[in-house]
């Protein structure tokens, strides 16, 4: 477990941490990450968090594919409208070999 899931995570899984979005904006900001909004594209058209990439966990060739390019050996914050999506697609990525996801507590929602 790092430090930051003992401080501030819910662990789902050996792979997985939920955060709220105080935390999750701290760590998205003062850095370079992965960041991936898994809703559709007309959700994000709508509006998204900065610097986000969108594939959506809908379209499952796309998703794996897109997710292929990733590093999964480091952090990927992950994030969807309200966060029943991302907790999937975390479950998935988990499956897929990424070993440090970030799930924005409550999705998008929270967010703005």
């Known amino acids: 477990m790092s430090f930051l899931n003992f401080l501030f995570g819910n662990k789902n899984s050996d792979s997985i941490t939920t955060i709220n979005v105080i935390d999750y904006k701290a760590a998205i900001s003062d850095k370079r990450v992965q960041l991936v909004d898994v809703r559709t594209p007309n959700e994000f058209s709508r509006g998204a968090i900065k610097k986000a990439v969108n594939i959506d966990f809908f379209n499952t060739t796309v998703f794996e594919n897109a997710f292929n390019k990733?590093?999964?050996d480091e952090p990927l914050y992950i994030y969807c409208q309200s966060g029943m999506r991302?907790?999937?697609a975390a479950i998935k990525l988990a499956k897929m070999g990424f070993i440090d996801i970030i799930d924005l507590k409550g999705g998008y929602?929270?967010?703005k």
Do not use: A, C, E, W
Request: charged share 45%; no cysteine; hydrophobic share 20%.
């Open 70 to 72: 990733f590093k999964k």
């Open 109 to 111: 929602m929270t967010y």
């Open 86 to 88: 991302s907790k999937r």
